[in-house]
């Protein structure tokens, strides 16, 4: 078993890393105590190529592996996470659809513009009454002619409010359940498509969070994205390699929060010598240390089998899970170690406490992982499976 990264994966981090620290670390404590989002930033990111991360190279993207995917998306996490988890909404979910199960068309359409930064893209599943059961979604799609029209709304979308293309699922087959589902890509300008009122959130506050409404949107044929009524079957293939993305993401968020207890420690001072000093918060740095490796091993290792081409469902759920509450228990206890320091917003781990908490739902709350887990380590089969 060989666990060296490539000379290729470790440029990647290490240009990811770069830029985050560059661009990023100095001017995002302005952007997220204003709810504002960082356009500027994105644009700079989509010239690195990190926003094409997984679109082939014909059409302008980076083609990267899995292992730098993850690699680059802890790394721009580990500065900030809602610039991390714009880029993974953008990457992993609307790219990412159209690059796998898109035709020629559409690969040539959105693909270059998407890989560029010229576009954000973003992916509409959960629907105000359908979260983790995304298959009871309600949104409809009935075919006129030459054309679908859309009716619904999807809710918690990142990016829903800036992105130029989004990925969508409705139901175009109410009496098929979850296999009267497809999906189909439309582009910001459409009649009936718009975005509703940013959410304000716990956390991410420099990213976009909105609803996407559909009002009779007249959708081309042509925007169908793979088979009919295979929109379902193939949002599970999406999302398994959103759930490693998801993963690194909660991976950067620890480290991050490891970072800035480190600092801390070694800076403050109390009864004559600095905490860092202290046996009782050595052990919490050491437990610290030694979880986020091990998330950070799972997330590999399930990135590593998405490259192999070898089934990574439960391998990216276990990373998930694990990483994503690694995250929340690191944030705690940094905060911790910080004091009152920790509960203002001077200091930056108050920022990465609120942004830790979306990991354990997005994308599959924790407790999905593990009905996922527990079926196939019990040979269950899921006849409607969950996201």
Same mark, same amino acid.
């Given at each position: 078993?060989?666990?060296?990264?490539?000379?290729?994966?470790?440029?990647?981090? /290490?240009?990811?890393?770069?830029?985050?620290? $560059? @661009? &990023? +670390?100095? =001017?995002?404590?302005?952007? %997220?105590? *204003?709810?504002?989002?960082?356009?500027?930033?994105?644009?700079?990111?989509?010239?690195?190529?990190?926003?094409?991360?997984?679109?082939?190279?014909?059409?302008?993207?980076?083609?990267?592996?899995?292992?730098?995917?993850?690699?680059?998306?802890?790394?721009?996490?580990?500065?900030?996470?809602?610039?991390?988890?714009?880029?993974?909404?953008?990457?992993?979910?609307?790219?990412?659809?159209?690059?796998?199960?898109?035709?020629?068309?559409?690969?040539?359409?959105?693909?270059?513009?998407?890989?560029?930064?010229?576009?954000?893209?973003?992916?509409?599943?959960?629907?105000?009454?359908?979260?983790?059961?995304?298959?009871?979604?309600?949104?409809?799609?009935?075919?006129?002619?030459?054309?679908?029209?859309?009716?619904?709304?999807? /809710?918690?979308?990142?990016?829903?409010?800036? $992105? @130029? &293309? +989004?990925? =969508?699922?409705?139901?175009? %087959?109410? *009496?098929?359940?979850?296999?009267?589902?497809?999906?189909?890509?439309?582009?910001?300008?459409?009649?009936?498509?718009?975005?509703?009122?940013?959410?304000?959130?716990?956390?991410?506050?420099?990213?976009?969070?909105?609803?996407?409404?559909?009002?009779?949107?007249?959708?081309?044929?042509?925007?169908?994205?793979?088979?009919?009524?295979?929109?379902?079957?193939?949002?599970?293939?999406?999302?398994?390699?959103?759930?490693?993305?998801?993963?690194?993401?909660?991976?950067?968020?620890?480290?991050?929060?490891?970072?800035?207890?480190?600092?801390?420690?070694?800076?403050?001072?109390?009864?004559?010598?600095?905490?860092?000093?202290?046996?009782?918060?050595?052990?919490?740095?050491?437990?610290?240390?030694?979880?986020?490796?091990?998330?950070?091993?799972?997330?590999?290792?399930?990135? $590593?089998?998405?490259?192999?081409?070898?089934?990574?469902?439960?391998? *990216?759920?276990?990373?998930?899970?694990?990483?994503?509450?690694?995250?929340?228990?690191?944030?705690?206890?940094?905060?911790?170690?910080?004091?009152?320091?920790?509960?203002?917003?001077?200091?930056?781990?108050?920022?990465?406490?609120?942004?830790?908490?979306?990991?354990?739902?997005?994308?599959?709350?924790?407790?999905?992982?593990?009905?996922?887990?527990?079926?196939?380590?019990?040979?269950?089969?899921?006849?409607?499976?969950?996201?």
């Amino acid at each position: 078993m060989d666990f060296e990264l490539t000379r290729e994966q470790r440029a990647v981090r /290490a240009m990811a890393r770069e830029w985050a620290l $560059a @661009e &990023v +670390a100095p =001017v995002i404590h302005r952007y %997220d105590e *204003a709810h504002e989002f960082p356009h500027e930033l994105l644009q700079s990111l989509g010239k690195t190529g990190l926003l094409g991360a997984l679109v082939p190279e014909e059409y302008g993207g980076a083609a990267l592996d899995y292992v730098s995917y993850a690699l680059a998306v802890e790394e721009i996490n580990r500065v900030d996470a809602s610039v991390g988890i714009t880029m993974w909404a953008h990457n992993s979910l609307c790219t990412n659809h159209i690059a796998l199960f898109g035709s020629k068309e559409q690969k040539a359409a959105y693909l270059p513009r998407l890989a560029r930064g010229k576009a954000l893209g973003a992916w509409g599943l959960t629907e105000p009454g359908s979260g983790s059961d995304a298959a009871a979604m309600t949104s409809r799609a009935i075919r006129e002619g030459d054309h679908f029209v859309l009716n619904g709304s999807k /809710a918690f979308i990142t990016n829903a409010g800036v $992105a @130029e &293309v +989004a990925v =969508v699922m409705a139901v175009t %087959d109410p *009496a098929s359940g979850n296999k009267g589902i497809s999906a189909f890509v439309l582009e910001r300008g459409m009649q009936g498509f718009s975005a509703g009122r940013p959410y304000r959130k716990l956390g991410l506050h420099a990213s976009n969070t909105a609803e996407l409404i559909f009002d009779s949107v007249a959708v081309p044929a042509a925007n169908l994205v793979g088979e009919l009524h295979r929109g379902f079957v193939n949002t599970m293939q999406v999302l398994e390699g959103g759930r490693v993305a998801m993963a690194a993401m909660a991976v950067g968020i620890a480290q991050a929060a490891l970072d800035q207890a480190l600092v801390y420690m070694k800076q403050r001072r109390a009864f004559g010598k600095t905490l860092a000093e202290f046996n009782g918060l050595q052990g919490m740095i050491a437990d610290i240390g030694t979880e986020v490796e091990a998330a950070r091993l799972l997330t590999l290792r399930a990135a $590593a089998l998405k490259d192999a081409g070898r089934p990574a469902k439960t391998a *990216a759920s276990m990373a998930k899970v694990f990483a994503s509450e690694v995250a929340m228990k690191a944030a705690s206890k940094a905060l911790q170690i910080h004091g009152g320091a920790g509960y203002i917003t001077e200091f930056p781990i108050e920022r990465i406490f609120r942004d830790a908490k979306l990991t354990e739902i997005g994308e599959g709350t924790s407790e999905i992982q593990r009905m996922v887990i527990a079926r196939d380590i019990l040979g269950f089969h899921q006849e409607r499976a969950s996201p």
